[in-house]
Structures are given as structure tokens and as C-alpha cells.
């Protein structure tokens, strides 16, 4: 056993057994991305390989769902006009159905996706896993489906991280009897991240210190938090201590935006520039991802609203 900078003692377990039933029941895909491609005739070879990152330490993404492209390779044009550098791209849509809606599975589809991806120069920095939002993730029988399918999904177009919300019906606040299903389902997909090399990054109601705890019990190098700026702010904690408890090793993404309402630029209870100066002390770098603060008065002007909150968060960050 061993302590944290937080105090929060940790496990040095094996979880063999573990990894092995959990590969077993989701027939995750742990072979590396080119050998994936072997046979498939339909992929070119420029579409194989991975962009080359943008040197900048801050990346600014928006969500495709939020323009309103979800899952369209329309998404990269669009992003690319608002003046973005990347796009998180959506599993699709769940309802009741066993995995996601999801057309990167066919081979087609997903090469028109990677070659807009390098015509625009947008960076695919995250699969989303938005169903969770409304779905639960600790009741759904087919968790562990929908887990493989996306983590087939990030080897297959060369995405190292995806983002899970553990939504409305996963709040830990509101059911906290949730807690041992929602951890050991954590496991099960850490497991299956660790053996594809990528991470999994989750969105909780928890506050810091409470997220820090739940990842030491889930206790993967593969589960990391994906930090949401607006949930800090709408349960009146201390943003900046919120990422400073954390710390940088925690937190693998940001959702760089808060309610609906205003522009970044606008928010009296935002100062983007104490944030910046938090993560530049704490030696974190990444995408900051872009999903809401939207004007109220127009919140259906896509350009409108994303393109003003790029270039705000640009004049910061970059």
C-alpha cells in the first residue's frame, strides 16, 4: 500500500483474472492499429496513419454533436470554419439499443471520416460516448458491448482517448448506492482500455477530491478524469483548486465551457486567464474541448457561438 498526495491510499493488487474475463466477455480487439488493417482493401494507406499533432501545448476541440453534426463528416468543415484544431466525435446515438449507432464501424465510412480529417487539418482528439448522458451506466446489461465497440472504434482510427459521462441516471450525488456497480464496471473497462493502449476518460458530479478517490478504487491507469469546467462552477466549488487537486496526471481532457448563457468571453464567473495560469503551474497540456456557452439569445447559431469561443480560447491559451 502506498499514499497519495491527496493522502488516499492505493492497491498494488494483481487484476490478471480480471483483464482476462473481462477481454473474454467483451472480445475486445488488443491488437495494435496497423495490424487491424491487414486485409482491408477498402482503407488507403495515407488514411492509416495518424496526423501529426499541432505543436501548441493547449488544442482547442468542439464537440460534433454540439454543432449539430453528429457522427457526419460534415463535422470536420465545419469545425475547421469555426477555426478549430480538433473534434470530438460521438459514438452516435443509443436508445435502447444493445451499442451505439455507430458508422464508423464500416469501413467505408470510416475512411471518408479519416481522409476529411486530414483535408481540414482537424484532429480527432476524442471518441464521445454522449449516450451515457441519459443512459445508465452501471444498470445497462450491454455496457461492456457498448465499451468494446468503442474502444474498436479509437484503435481502428488511431484515437488514444475517449469520453465517458456517467450522465444523470450514474450521479453519484443523487445515487450514491450506484457506487460498487459504477466501480467495478470501471474496472472491466480499464481493463479493456489498458489492453488496447488507450484511456478512458469519465465525467462525474464528485467533487475533486471525491473523483480522486473513486479513481484510486478503480484503480487503472487507463481510467482518468475527463474534467468539466461547468460542473465545477455549478456546485459553487473553487475552480481552480478543483485542478489542483486533481493534479495533472489525473485529468486527461477538459470540457472547457460552462452553462448556456453567455460566450466564454462574457462570463463574470469565469476567468479563463486563472485557469490558464493553474494549468500551466500544475505542467498540464491538452485539448480543451468545447461543448456549450452559447449565447442564449441565438443558441441555434453554430458559427456564431463556437467560432466566438474558439477565438476566445485561443487568445488565451495559444
Known sequence: MKTDQLGIRTSQASRRHFLGSAIALAGVVTLPPWILYTGETSEIPSARKPKKEK???????????????????????????????????????????????????????????????QKYNIEICSIAMSGFYAQSFAERETVSIMVRDTINTMVMMHVNMAFLPLGVKGDLLQHPELRPAIVERLKMAGMMAEAAAVTIGIETSLDAAAEAQLLVEVASPAIKSYFNVANALQHGRDLIQELKTLGKDRICQIHCTDEDGVWLENNTRLNMQEVKKALDEMGWSGWLVLERSRDARNPQDVKGNFGANVKYLKSVFQ
Open 55 to 117: 505543436s501548441n501545448r493547449y488544442k482547442i476541440a468542439v464537440c460534433d454533436w454540439m454543432i449539430l453534426k453528429r457522427q457526419k463528416a460534415g463535422a470536420f468543415s465545419l469545425a475547421s470554419e469555426i477555426g478549430a484544431d480538433g473534434l470530438e466525435v460521438d459514438m452516435g446515438s443509443l436508445g435502447d439499443r444493445p451499442t451505439f449507432d455507430n458508422k464508423l464501424l464500416d469501413p467505408v465510412e470510416r475512411k471518408r471520416f479519416m481522409q476529411e480529417s
